[in-house]
């Protein structure tokens, strides 16, 4: 069974500041998916990764794939207060119909 | 302009109660899904339809009864509601591109209490 380990669980951090939130999951997959979700709000798409050494940026928000490692990290860059919500990273797995398995979420605070 | 939109936004029911949610995508996709986020906000996949057809279909109670007249639409039906079965239900659609992967697009979400 699949399972998708996020740390860590809570974040919080001041604005400026750098930080990365890992994601590691349990069987070799080459997809995986983070989403952000602001509180009482849907999920919202950040970046799809579908390679081994895939990076992807957006704003202060990078995202890379280590298919070897099981591994994806997103790293948020001189971190400000609208980034402040839960990010979730997803695994699908070849086969599955692309049924998202999803870590716990990291629920990051940025203060000023 | 929504792209995938869900009634009710919010259900406040009494247990032993019946209820479904609605589910509708404008995006042209071909495959939509029901998840539940619990109130520690972990999300979980219940179902899913491919074009009509039920392709993933997670160990749930079996209270719980998807239907998809078209593949523009998605409801889910619940019977006999319990206590547990208050969270937060997303739907939401892809393109199932046969090969490779695809974003799933997630709607707004529709809050079930059940007193």
């Known amino acids: 069974e699949l399972k998708v380990e996020q740390n860590p669980l809570f974040l919080s951090m001041q604005e400026g500041k750098n930080y990365t939130i890992y994601c590691n999951y349990s069987t070799t997959s080459d997809r995986l998916y983070w989403y952000r979700q602001d509180p009482g709000k849907s999920l919202e798409s950040l970046f799809v990764l579908l390679s081994n050494g895939a990076v992807k940026q957006e704003g202060r928000l990078m995202a890379s794939l280590d298919t070897k490692a099981r591994l994806s990290t997103l790293h948020i860059t001189a971190a400000v207060h609208d980034l402040s919500a839960t990010y979730f990273c997803a695994v699908d797995l070849e086969g599955s119909n692309y049924k998202l398995t999803f870590g716990k979420g990291t629920l990051l605070t940025v203060n000023p | 302009d929504t792209a995938v939109s869900q009634t009710p936004k919010y259900l406040v029911t009494q247990m032993g109660n019946d209820k479904s949610i609605k589910c509708e995508q404008n995006?042209?996709?071909?495959?939509m899904y029901w998840y539940k986020q619990d109130s520690k906000k972990f999300l979980k996949i219940m179902f899913s339809?491919?074009?009509?057809?039920?392709?993933i279909n997670e160990t749930v109670p079996n209270r719980f009864s998807p239907k998809s007249p078209d593949k523009a639409h998605l409801n889910l039906h619940i019977n006999s509601l319990e206590l547990g079965d208050s969270a937060v239900y997303f739907c939401a659609s892809s393109q199932l591109a046969g090969k490779g992967a695809d974003t799933q697009y997630f709607g707004p979400g529709t809050r079930l209490t059940v007193l």
């Open positions: 339809y491919n074009n009509k057809e039920l392709i």
């Open positions: 995006l042209g996709h071909d495959t």
